[in-house]
């Protein structure tokens, strides 16, 4: 199935879900003004949404990393990952009390 293969510093990560799924790569840089520049970040993450759980290959700061490679490939097997299983029941009860306060709200 296709998949990413990330390469950085002496990292390699093959990353794929199956069908009905989203697998993304994020990598992100937040700074503040008032704070020194030992505080500002870049941070990278590697992960998905497959069947109502959520799966992270990589998620962390980077420091004085020159590249990152990514390339689409068919992933034969993955790298190895944390799984993180969505409740469902929970989802629910929180879609329930969202669409009641719409509601009263007028706004449904």
């Not at 799924?21 to 030992?38: C, F, G, T, W």
């Amino acid at each position: 199935m296709l998949g990413f293969e990330v390469r950085f510093e002496d990292k390699v990560i093959h990353a794929s879900v199956d069908n009905e799924s989203v697998l993304s790569i994020i990598l992100d840089y937040r700074s503040n003004s008032i704070a020194p520049k030992e505080n500002h970040i870049a941070h990278f993450s590697i992960g998905g949404l497959e069947s109502f759980e959520h799966k992270r290959w990589f998620m962390g700061n980077i420091e004085d990393v020159n590249m990152i490679t990514i390339r689409i490939i068919d992933v034969e097997q993955t790298s190895p990952l944390k799984s993180y299983p969505q409740d469902r029941t929970g989802l629910m009860k929180e879609f329930y009390t969202l669409k009641k306060e719409l509601a009263e709200a007028g706004l449904l």
